[in-house]
């Protein structure tokens, strides 16, 4: 990832598939009639172009990447050492020292998180190479790492091996280190690198391509040749996927971890065009990690409407990528900004869940290691997946209607194995109605097709029976692989699936309910107070039991249990936990108290969605942290802060200061001005800082603090900052109010 827009020639999908079959590429019979590829002829009808759609289905290999569900990225290069997200070619190798390294830690913590495959960054834009290769003096080699003895490369692939995961690499064909870049010798070049990763590390699952192509160090930019690479990989790693900028898997779209509500595995060769794939998937630098330059992949890709003009059908399925932190690269700064377990909980649903594989990001650290606060977060996640999913409410299911072809078992559909399906016949109804045995409650839908005879089911529903009705409780679109619909939890003894629309016979691998974790929270929420104030914890679960801490630790089932409220009387994190009747935890939330340290007015209220705590939020002592949604940070949408502290009496006053945030993505912009005036008696008021900023012309992220040192006595502090007028044109959000986001004015 990291990466840069791109400049080259068109080229398609045609051009790749024709690559597939370029002779000395040996292919199976089954992969030679091409059935993930289909040239439709002229002048079909929606129905005949529908039907060819129905009868695509995934290669081997491809079938083989969908079932892993869940693989994991690891960028590591000479950025963790220079702190930064892009190389440029020039950094010093002696850098690049990582005294604790483990890769079997690294793989480790990847498969205990769920993953089935590993990719690493074996060269990035820099063009350092994380293997001795013959071909560079850059890398390796050329660092203090094992004495110039290390392979990094190797190391990984030792301890894929080891625990039984696949090993996938990922070359960056941008390099901003290497001389010939920009010249047909280049692609010699990128060849033989790419030749020793596929011949001296065993067998490559996947390899990753993004289609960076920025200027390498003699300021000319290079036209890949494409074909070739992937006619090498098919020559060498029949059996590896070429993601990305590859005919195998494509990028959904955006790196945000979130798929398409409606995702086809069968799209239109003519919008499978790798050059819009690749501008799409190239990202902006800014401080902060990195945005997306946008979604350059359109939402309908695979309707009927889409389908029915197109020359050629291909099965192409949807990779979701994201980082478990806001850069791809580890930074110390980001420590506190690892996504939580309950976001990549989000994120599963929502890739996994949504017809698409989930790659998920984890950079190891300057040591060597994975941080520990990743780990702590992906078990937890992990551990969250796992509860959920281990009971399916439907298993000992009774089908009341039968639509079964003769022979087949319903109780497939409860197996775990998308190899066992049922197939409803095209005259037979489309509704499946199950018995549950007793009365069960569920919040989670789970469908699965076998997608190794294609992808079928356009649109669905689920009904639940209660209260003496039918009553629908969830619907979707796509299935695909897996989809994954969550609801308001449903208590019932009967359930129906309707299946309302399908291109041609719809099949069915899997089918389940769920019951998602319990949660807690707190009543109220994040506050601050003046004297004291008194705390409920409740859950959505009513026969959970709820643990607390107030100390700052940990909770676990050996915390204190809740029982009534809680009183508080200073400053504190309260962390709490629901965990039902059957066991299963829920996660962790926490809600900060705080004891305000002066008393504070305001003239506009905070928007009620972001209070920081309530009107004491911005004297309470309490800092908010690089989440804006933290709930300590106060925000102001269009209107100006405007804040007065009354001391309680003429004090001495030596420093007054305020923190703003500024996150332009979130539409959250420094303010225009802000000014800092002192009072002795609240009417008439001295200026002791007046500053005015100018409007960004890009996305800008981070801390803006304003402080004023003076040497007086005053009782009285007022702080006025105003808005941006309108967001800029540069902006998404252009003309649309600006948002003020504020925290903890502090007083020496």
Not at 171 to 183: A, I, N, Q, V
Not at 312 to 322: A, F, G, Q, R
Not at 379 to 402: E, G, M, P, T, Y
Request: charged content about 25%; aromatic content about 10%.
């Amino acid at each position: 990832m990291s990466n840069f827009p791109i400049m080259m020639k068109s080229f398609t999908i045609a051009v790749i598939l024709s690559t597939l079959l370029l002779p000395g590429i040996r292919i199976s019979a089954q992969e030679s009639e091409l059935h993930n590829f289909a040239k439709v002829p002229e002048n079909s009808s929606e129905a005949e172009v529908v039907n060819i759609a129905a009868n695509l289905y995934p290669s081997a290999r491809q079938l083989t990447w969908q079932k892993m569900e869940l693989t994991t990225f690891l960028h590591f290069t000479l950025n963790t050492y220079y702190d930064q997200e892009w190389g440029h070619g020039t950094e010093d190798a002696a850098r690049f020292n990582p005294v604790e390294f483990d890769a079997r830690q690294w793989v480790s913590v990847c498969k205990d998180a769920g993953s089935k495959c590993v990719i690493i960054t074996c060269k990035h834009h820099d063009g350092f190479c994380l293997w001795p290769s013959k071909f560079t003096d850059h890398t390796v080699a050329a660092s203090p790492f094992m004495n110039g003895k290390g392979d990094i490369v190797r190391d990984v692939a030792n301890a894929c091996k080891e625990m039984g995961l696949g090993f996938g690499v990922y070359l960056s064909p941008w390099d901003r280190h290497e001389k010939t870049y920009g010249s047909e010798a280049y692609n010699e070049h990128f060849r033989n690198q790419l030749t020793e990763l596929l011949t001296e590390y065993g067998p490559i699952a996947e390899v990753w391509f993004d289609g960076a192509c920025g200027e390498g160090p003699n300021g000319k930019k290079q036209i890949y040749d494409w074909a070739s690479y992937y006619k090498l990989i098919r020559k060498l790693q029949p059996n590896a996927v070429i993601a990305i900028m590859g005919p195998d898997v494509r990028w959904v779209g955006t790196e945000s971890g979130y798929g398409r509500e409606t995702e086809w595995s069968v799209v239109p060769l003519d919008l499978a065009d790798q050059d819009a794939i690749a501008a799409g998937s190239q990202q902006l630098e800014t401080k902060e990690g990195f945005i997306p330059a946008g979604d350059m992949t359109a939402q309908d890709l695979g309707s009927r409407q889409v389908i029915s003009k197109a020359k050629n059908l291909i099965w192409y399925p949807s990779e979701v990528d994201v980082s478990i932190r806001p850069g791809w690269f580890w930074h110390e700064s980001e420590n506190d900004r690892v996504k939580t377990p309950e976001k990549l909980l989000d994120i599963y649903f929502s890739s996994v869940g949504r017809n698409s594989l989930l790659l998920l990001n984890i950079p190891p650290d300057k040591r060597g290691l994975i941080h520990e606060n990743d780990v702590a977060s992906l078990k937890v996640w992990r551990k969250a997946i796992d509860q959920i999913f281990a009971d399916n409410k439907a298993s000992k299911a009774v089908l009341v209607h039968d639509a079964n072809k003769p022979g087949a078992s319903f109780q497939s559909l409860f197996d775990k194995n998308i190899d066992t399906y049922l197939q409803l016949r095209d005259n037979d109804s489309r509704t499946l109605e199950f018995e549950l045995g007793s009365d069960k409650t569920f919040d989670v839908l789970l469908l699965q097709e076998p997608i190794q005879n294609g992808q079928r089911i356009e649109k669905f529903r689920l009904e639940a029976f209660s209260n003496e009705k039918w009553t629908e409780v969830a619907k979707g679109t796509t299935v695909g692989y897996k989809r994954l619909l969550r609801f308001d939890p449903v208590t019932a003894c009967r359930v129906r699936l309707v299946i309302e629309e399908s291109r041609l016979e719809p099949n069915l691998a899997e089918f389940g309910l769920y019951l998602q974790l319990p949660v807690a929270s707190a009543k109220p929420g994040s506050a601050s107070f003046k004297e004291s104030m008194q705390v409920s914890l409740v859950s959505n679960d009513p026969g959970a039991t709820i643990y607390y801490s107030a100390d700052g630790s940990m909770v676990s089932q050996t915390s204190s249990k809740y029982s009534m409220p809680i009183s508080i009387d200073k400053s504190t994190e309260l962390k709490f936990m629901a965990v039902s009747a059957d066991g299963r935890e829920g996660f962790e939330y926490s809600s900060s108290y705080c004891k305000a340290v002066h008393n504070l007015t305001l003239t506009n209220a905070a928007d009620p969605q972001y209070t920081g705590g309530g009107p004491s939020g911005l004297s309470d002592g309490m800092n908010g942290s690089n989440d804006f949604a933290d709930g300590r940070w106060s925000g102001f949408n269009g209107v100006p802060l405007d804040a007065t502290l009354d001391l309680g009496k003429v004090s001495p006053v030596k420093k007054v200061s305020i923190s703003f945030m500024e996150a332009t993505a979130s539409w959250i912009f420094k303010p225009a001005t802000v000014r800092i005036s002192v009072s002795d008696d609240g009417i008439n008021y001295r200026i002791i800082k007046n500053l005015s900023t100018e409007v960004p012309t890009k996305d800008e992220s981070g801390r803006f603090n304003v402080s004023a040192t003076l040497d007086e006595k005053a009782r009285y502090i007022k702080v006025e900052a105003t808005p941006v007028a309108v967001i800029p044109a540069w902006h998404a959000g252009a003309g649309y109010k600006a948002w003020i986001f504020a925290d903890e004015i502090t007083v020496e």
